[in-house]
């Protein structure tokens, strides 16, 4: 019998949409799986590249998760046999957009009671973001089967200057010897595998939202270093996201002084708290092997790193 999937996403500069058109090319080129893709559009939309002020803006609502307005969804069937879910991170939330779906009647009803598989594509910190889709999924009833990431080539420290420069420049030329912003082409472009293995599984009629059908293929590779500070800059975003909130409507002129602080906080916050943690973990880590173990399977679920299928296929 023929299957169904949809795919939704909202992707600014296009680079999430091409890692959900490599993802998904397989499906695309079966006879018996129909694909209907959603793209997500803010009816305000946002600006590319950001003006810092504007970028800024967005932190206190996406981190509060308030959704923006969205245009009409243009679904065409109201039952799926799986949704992939296809998102990118934004102050360490999911991407407004994504946040309005996940929370219209529309995407709930969609989401009820069927399997769905997240993709991200972001700079590396997700951890926190897929918390809060896993809370908002099972809220509207839907089942997580898996969750593929992806992220940016360089290291956290390159990135934390690149990845911003991206966003506010809109350039990507190298500088200073770093590596360009964004996701490696072969990394997108490998991503196949997992459109191979969905359209195996559907077939096999084994999508069903309990067990994972990405497993063994390197889905994801959760880097638990960055989580206490995901978590410290979580709670810092929401306490003075609530502070700027409070002194008027995005865009509202009586919120920048606050914004022009807070940035100069966060970036002092940034570069002291990522590195002390991370060397922090670094340095307690033979006393809690175990913990980081068990906290990288927790982040990892349902799919897990393991790459067993791959190195199968490079050998078999
Ligand atoms: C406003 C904004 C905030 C972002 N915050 C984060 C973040 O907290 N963590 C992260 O890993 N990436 C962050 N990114 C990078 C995005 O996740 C993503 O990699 C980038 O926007 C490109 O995605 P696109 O496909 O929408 O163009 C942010 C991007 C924007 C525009």
């Known amino acids: 019998m023929g299957k ?7 992707s600014q500069t296009g680079q999430l949409k091409r890692c959900a058109e490599a993802m998904a090319a397989p499906v695309q080129a079966d006879p018996q799986i129909a694909l209907d893709w959603c793209e997500l559009r803010p009816q305000a939309p946002y600006p590319f590249p950001w003006p810092f002020f504007t970028f800024f803006d967005q932190f206190p609502e996406t981190v509060h998760l308030v959704p923006p307005a969205l245009e009409p969804l243009q679904i065409p069937a109201q039952r799926y046999d799986l949704i992939v879910l296809a998102y990118t991170v934004w102050f360490l939330s ?14 709930r009803a969609l989401l009820h009671d069927t399997p769905v598989i997240t993709l991200i594509a972001c700079r590396n910190m997700w951890h926190m973001a897929q918390e809060q889709v896993k809370a908002l999924l099972a809220d509207a009833g839907a089942r997580l089967s898996d969750n593929v990431v992806l992220t940016d ?16 420049t809109g350039r990507t030329d190298p500088l200073w010897g770093l590596p360009a912003p964004g996701i490696r082409d072969s990394e997108i472009a490998a991503t196949r595998r997992f459109g191979d293995a969905i359209v195996t599984a559907l077939h096999e009629n084994r999508v069903d939202g309990r067990t994972p059908v990405l497993s063994g293929l390197g ?15 979580r709670r810092s975003f929401y306490l003075w996201g609530k502070l700027i909130r409070a002194c008027g409507k995005p865009g509202a002129a009586a919120r920048k002084p606050a914004l022009a602080l807070y940035a100069v906080f966060l970036v002092l916050m940034i570069v002291t708290v990522v590195p002390v943690t991370m060397l922090l973990r670094a340095l307690l880590r033979p006393l809690t092997r175990r913990r980081q173990a068990a906290q990288k399977a927790y982040f990892e679920q349902p799919s897990g790193s393991s790459r067993l299928r791959l190195d199968e296929r490079a050998h078999g």
Do not use: C
């Open 4 to 10: 169904r999937i949809l795919a939704v996403y909202f």
């Open 94 to 107: 999911p991407a407004p957009p994504v946040t309005a779906f996940l929370k219209s009647d529309t995407g």
């Open 153 to 168: 080539a360089g290291s956290s420290l390159a990135t934390f200057i690149t990845t911003p420069r991206w966003m506010l």
């Open 219 to 233: 889905a994801v590779d959760a880097d638990v270093r960055l989580v206490p500070s995901e978590k410290i800059g």
